[in-house]
């Protein structure tokens, strides 16, 4: 090749480890009207020219990007340059709302109500990781025995954790910001209301530092590729060594997901939206007393079974029918293998998991230990926790009946 070229072999050497350096390309990221030609050609030429293990790895298509629902264009003198809109609101701003207004593919609509709302939302963001961090300093080398709400806490990090990286691997960007910006928070914010009558104990104060140090590493790690400048602040300021955007991403721990401490607080959530909904149907305020009623464990035979037809794809027909054919008093059965079949069906998806996995709930201890996150959630003065079927459970007998698993019976006074 130097021979009939007559380009040095050094120079000829050079091009071809630079070229191996770039081939095969991991990702194109081109627009979305230039998949009729541009694009299409960029295959046939690939594969004319190179063999297989130097073609595109992907082509990633992006959507137009709308300026107040209109696509920018000269002629309609609507188009913002990027270093203007970047100075306006800051490029983390930019960079965000972008992310948050359509996937990949889908035409991303900026505003000014948007960019505003997602400014403000990283402002607070910043100074509650940074008081979060602050607790972190507090935190021992290895953490005390934790509660429920701290086993709860750590397990759904790192299903955040897994999710963002499965959306970022998967090009899933809008869902990945949603989780590190908004639901991450919501999550955090729950925990520490779960704890903060904790937080005068000592002992219990140190464990709830490691949790949240274990929360502010990740967090700063999983924002990084979404706000980078303001992840590289917050990365010097808790103290990190280097730069985020070089430090290792944030792997699940398998051994800190806890499938029980995330049922427990979903089954309690269930109960405070049951109890809410009653409260605003009555047209009243803060309860004076919220009396709940678990159902019999043996309740969970019917909608273990309803969950497990569900999931395998069986009509509410057809689980009822298999119901009926076993039962004596027929029409009771059949009112009673419809309504588990609905309350199966409503009931969130990993909760049908956790039931088809585990069998059932044990409804009283779980909403015992939660009593006092119930109450607060609510505004009662008092929330007590009974069995529905027991002979020492006094009064409201009638409410009592209707308890169902995972729907508890619930009788309230103002």
Not at 14 to 43: A, C, V
Not at 209 to 225: F, Q, T
Not at 313 to 337: M, P
Request: charged share 30%.
């Amino acid at each position: 090749m130097a021979e009939k070229t007559d380009v040095p072999v050094r120079v000829l050497e050079e091009l071809r480890r630079e070229f191996d350096y770039w081939y095969p390309l991991d990702s194109r990221h081109s627009g979305k009207d230039l998949i009729p030609n541009h694009l299409t050609f960029f295959i046939y030429n690939h594969v004319a020219i190179f063999p297989e293990e130097k073609w595109p790895r992907q082509i990633v298509v992006n959507g137009w990007l709308l300026l107040c629902g209109l696509k920018m264009s000269k002629s309609k003198g609507n188009v913002i340059p990027l270093r203007v809109i970047a100075r306006v609101y800051g490029p983390d701003t930019v960079r965000a709302a972008i992310l948050l207004a359509a996937e990949v593919g889908q035409d991303a609509n900026f505003t000014d109500e948007l960019a505003d709302s997602v400014l403000e939302q990283l402002r607070r963001l910043e100074q509650f990781i940074y008081r979060l961090a602050e607790l972190g300093k507090e935190a021992p080398r290895e953490p005390g025995k934790l509660t429920l709400a701290d086993k709860w806490m750590l397990s759904r990090l790192q299903r955040h954790i897994a999710h963002v990286t499965k959306d970022m691997e998967e090009l899933r960007l809008r869902d990945a910001a949603n989780v590190v910006l908004y639901l991450l928070e919501q999550d955090v914010k729950k925990y520490l209301d779960l704890v903060s009558k904790d937080l005068d104990n000592p002992d219990r104060r140190k464990t709830i530092a490691w949790v949240a140090g274990k929360i502010v590493d990740a967090w700063v790690r999983m924002l990084s590729p979404i706000t980078p400048h303001l992840a590289e602040e917050m990365w010097s300021r808790i103290g990190g060594e280097g730069f985020v955007s070089l430090a290792e991403w944030p792997k699940a721990e398998e051994s800190l997901i806890d499938e029980d401490a995330e049922a427990a607080m979903t089954l309690a959530d269930i109960v405070v939206e049951d109890v809410r909904r009653i409260i605003k149907a009555v047209g009243k305020e803060k309860p004076r007393l919220v009396a709940i009623y678990t159902a019999p464990p043996q309740g969970y035979t019917l909608l273990h079974k309803a969950i497990k037809d569900i999931q395998s794809g069986r009509k509410a027909g057809e689980f009822i029918k298999a119901i009926v054919e076993e039962a004596k008093d027929r029409q009771r059965a059949a009112e009673e293998a419809k309504k588990i079949y609905e309350l199966a069906a409503r009931l969130p998806r990993e909760l049908q998991d956790y039931i088809a996995k585990k069998g059932s709930i044990d409804e009283y201890n779980t909403l015992s230990s939660l009593k006092e996150y119930i109450a607060k959630q609510l505004g009662a003065r008092k929330v007590t926790i009974q069995h529905a079927d027991t002979p020492e459970t006094p009064n409201h007998r009638e409410k009592r009946k209707a308890a169902l698993p995972t729907r508890p019976a619930i009788h309230i006074e103002f």
